[in-house]
Structures are given as structure tokens and as C-alpha cells.
């Protein structure tokens, strides 16, 4: 079984800064790519970032390219995506997913598995 748990959704002014942290549970002998996506309302969800099971590539969307980092702890089985220079723009549910194999895509299609979302709200 596999289980997505995220953490660290809120309210912050702009130019505040955020982590996101996902809690994965998984089958060890299973390789997942990680990402990180994005919701509006009922708009299709949108790439934020991804990263490689151990870490050794990662991809970022260009709206976010130079203010969010993802990077994760394969010990604890953890995904973070830190955010910097926040901007009311990013508002949004934010998901954390994976999928099989070790090959980051920005296709929300792609990921088999999804966690419940975090709101992360940004005030002008």
C-alpha cells in the first residue's frame, strides 16, 4: 500500500516562505518519483515540482523556477518543497503524488498516487 500524507499548508503574507512536507509510506523494494502539483477551484491540477528517488534529478516548473526547491529524505521517507518569495498567485491546494519508476514527469496523468492536499493561501 501506498499512503501521502502533507503537511505545512497556511496562510502567509507575500514574499512569506512555506515548507510543504509529505510523509510517504510505501513498499521498499519500489522505486516512486515525487512530485508536487497544484489545484485551483476545479481547474486540472498543475505541475509544481518533482524529484527522483534518491534525489539525483529533480524538475521544477518555470513559474516557480528560482523560488520553490523540492528535495527529499529517503530515510524518513519524506518530500519537502520549500517556498520562497511567495506571491498571492501561488494560492492554491497542493498536492503531493507519486509514481513508479524514477523518471520525474510534469503530467498530473502520470502519478498513481495522491495525497489529501494541502491549502496554502498567499495575501497580498
Known amino acids: 500500500q501506498v499512503q501521502l500524507v502533507e503537511f505545512g499548508g497556511g496562510l502567509v503574507q507575500a514574499g512569506g516562505s512555506l515548507r510543504l512536507s509529505c510523509s510517504f509510506s510505501r513498499r521498499t523494494a519500489i522505486t516512486y518519483t515525487m512530485g508536487w502539483f497544484l489545484q485551483v477551484l476545479v481547474e486540472e491540477r498543475e505541475f509544481v515540482a518533482a524529484i527522483s528517488w534518491n534525489g539525483g534529478r529533480t524538475s521544477v516548473a518555470d513559474s516557480v523556477k528560482g523560488r520553490f526547491t523540492i528535495s527529499r529524505d529517503v530515510a524518513t521517507d519524506t518530500v519537502y518543497l520549500h517556498m520562497d518569495s511567495l506571491k498571492p498567485e501561488d494560492t492554491a491546494i497542493y498536492y503531493c503524488?507519486?509514481?513508479?519508476?524514477?523518471?520525474?514527469?510534469?503530467?498530473?496523468?502520470?502519478?498513481?498516487?495522491w495525497g489529501q492536499g494541502t491549502q496554502v493561501t498567499v495575501s497580498s
Open positions: 503524488a507519486a509514481r513508479e519508476g524514477d523518471n520525474p514527469s510534469d503530467s498530473y496523468r502520470m502519478y498513481r498516487h
